[in-house]
């Protein structure tokens, strides 16, 4: 077991998907807790950095442009010259692999797969395998918890850590009171749309959801970058009225979620904010198995089809032709999201009687 006793600085891989770099949170609090003195960095794609922002157990954010040229040249100079004494990549593909081994830190952490094991000092298992020779599902943060294990280090918890800026609170707060938002009503988020088509419920069913939910809260749906003409389409199907989220980056889609009763959508990053914001969730999932993307207590709630032998597949667009094609969502009936929807309602009423506080 490598022993980070005096080191200085520490660097931590995460520069893909935002929802990924949340749930490495955890991650990151046990460093803190265990290296109060450490500098902790991590190192992620322009555009995330918002994620950390206000997070205590975060020193410093390095962020580049992955599309140019110029950005990555000054960002291995950084690597070469940032005398790190441990590197933790919890990507571990060739790219992240050739950042690890330019740091020449002494400790360098990543997965053990072929044409990567060389730039890593400690090599791990991507996943554990149990006594049948397949694969241990667990909870997403518990992968990026594994490095921190092998370092010595107890975790401190699964708990998702996300910091919304004053300036982004102040910002939603002026969208609610240029929308006329009835702050006694409790807000009801949308994100009807997904990263992947696989896992991509039906726009006539989010519409039928919402418009059952209406009169119980004022329904907001969310959209992000090249997403907002989708929600729209979804948003018009409804018969009740709503109202339309502005432009956010994260830290003006956490302000706003922080405002909500509940959050109902795919499978998707702006999920995981929710989940860390307390927020209560309905999720449905097909493609991808919610013992790892579904928090593994608290307000949430999963909605999937039972018994098709498809489901879980972990495809980005369903492979399967005809009657087959997207079983996974479009035998999710609107009936089961709309009862969870309003067990949770129910909760949140009993805990915050103003749920857009």
Known sequence: ????????????????????????????????????????????????????????DVDRVLDFDPRSLASQAALYARLVLGGYDAVLDLISNPWSAAMSALTRARIRLGYDLAGRRWAYTLALPREPIGPDGRPILRYASEAALDFVRALGIAPRGVGLTFHVCDAAVEAVDRW?????????KPLIA???????????????????V?????????????????ERAGVEACR?????????????????????????ALWIGNDSGPKHVAVALGVPTVTMFGPTNPTTWQPPDGPHT????????????NANTCPLPGERHM???RDLPAERVISA?????????????????
């Open 327 to 329: 079983r996974c969502m």
């Open 1 to 56: 077991m490598p022993a980070l006793d005096g080191s200085r600085r520490i660097l931590v891989i995460r520069h893909r998907a935002g929802g990924d770099l949340i749930l490495a949170t955890p991650a990151l609090r046990a460093l803190r807790s265990a290296l109060p003195a450490t500098r902790i960095e991590i190192l992620t794609a322009r555009g995330l950095s918002e994620i950390l922002e206000g997070n205590p």
């Open 176 to 184: 609610m009171s240029a929308s006329g938002v009835d702050r006694e």
């Open 210 to 226: 919402m418009d059952a939910l209406a009169p119980e809260g004022t329904v907001v749906w969310m959209w992000g970058p090249g």
């Open 190 to 208: 949308c994100l009807p749309a997904g990263s992947w088509p696989a896992k991509t419920w039906l726009p006539d069913r989010f519409a039928a």
């Open 302 to 313: 999963v909605i999937e089809v039972e018994g098709l032998d498809c489901l879980h597949c």
């Open 341 to 357: 929807a309003r067990t949770l309602l129910r909760g949140a009423a009993r805990e915050a009687p103003c749920a857009s506080r």
């Open 236 to 260: 018009a199907r409804m018969r009740a009225p709503s109202l339309l989220a502005p432009p956010t980056g994260w830290q003006e889609l956490g302000a706003l979620l922080a405002r909500c």
